[in-house]
C-alpha cells in the first residue's frame, strides 16, 4: 500500500464515521420546542460539529489501523476478494 492509498483510506474511512457520529445525541429544534423562524423542525438545535469532528477523527483512526494492519499483513489480497476468478494472476498480464 502506498502513501496515497493510506491517504484516500484515511479519507474513506473518516468521512464513513463522520456520517455515523452525525445523527448520534442530536437533538431538532422541535424537541427542544425551539424552533427559529425560517427553519424547519427537524433542524438541529446542538450540533456541536467540534466535537463530533474529534470524535470522528479518533474512531476513524482506530478502523484506519486495522485496516492498514490486516492490508500490510497479507490476510486479505486482491486474489481472496476474486470471486470469479476473472482477475489476471498476480504478476501476469
Known sequence: ??????IVLY??????????V????????G?????????PSSAPANLNLKRKAVTTTIFA??????LVSI??????????LD???SLAPVGKS
Open 83 to 85: 470471486w470469479t476468478k
Open 31 to 39: 424537541e427542544a420546542g425551539e424552533v427559529v423562524p425560517g427553519t
Open 11 to 20: 479519507a474513506v474511512c473518516w468521512f464513513m464515521t463522520l456520517f455515523v
Open 1 to 6: 500500500m502506498g502513501i496515497t492509498s493510506a
Open 71 to 80: 492490508i500490510w499483513s497479507g490476510w486479505i489480497t486482491i486474489d481472496s
Open 61 to 66: 483512526t482506530i478502523v484506519w489501523v486495522i
Open 22 to 29: 452525525l445523527p448520534l445525541r442530536m437533538q431538532t429544534q
